[in-house]
């Protein structure tokens, strides 16, 4: 069995931003040689989220309000007692999850109709890292 890893990076222009990462996700498949396995992406960060869903607009703006009316934006969270402001973004990492695991068959990510992989920041304008790593044959 193989092994490969990879890292990508990303900075978002707003605070809370999705971005559609299959593509990088699939350069790096293609850079392993793996052909049959299985592929882990996983945000690094704690007020961060990686998921798999069908990239239209409309889905991800109800994305976006349920994931604020779960978790709203504001004061009133212990964690801002602590001196930071983003409890929010922590609690909406929870929701959308931080990894995603993709089976792989015949060197390409084995997906169901319409689905893509998405990166989800929701404390951002920094730089930060995903990690992508694949395991197979």
Not at 66 to 83: C, F, I, M, S
Not at 103 to 116: A, H, N, R, S, Y
Request: hydrophobic share 35%.
């Amino acid at each position: 069995m193989k092994s490969y890893r990879e890292y990508l990076w990303v900075q978002t222009k707003k605070h809370r931003e999705f971005i559609n990462i299959t593509p990088q996700v699939e350069a790096a498949l293609k850079k392993s040689g793996i052909q049959e396995g299985f592929i882990l992406v996983s945000a690094m960060h704690i007020t961060a989220g990686v998921w798999v869903n069908d990239d239209e607009q409309g889905l991800l703006k109800d994305i976006e309000e349920w994931l604020e009316k779960l978790a709203p934006e504001g004061p009133d969270y212990n964690h801002h007692r602590t001196g930071e402001t983003n409890g929010d973004a922590h609690l909406k990492s929870l929701l959308a999850h931080h990894q995603v695991m993709v089976p792989i068959t015949e060197g390409k990510l084995d997906f169901g109709p319409w689905q893509q992989i998405f990166y989800g920041e929701f404390d951002g304008q920094r730089k930060k890292r995903i990690i992508v790593k694949i395991i197979g044959e």
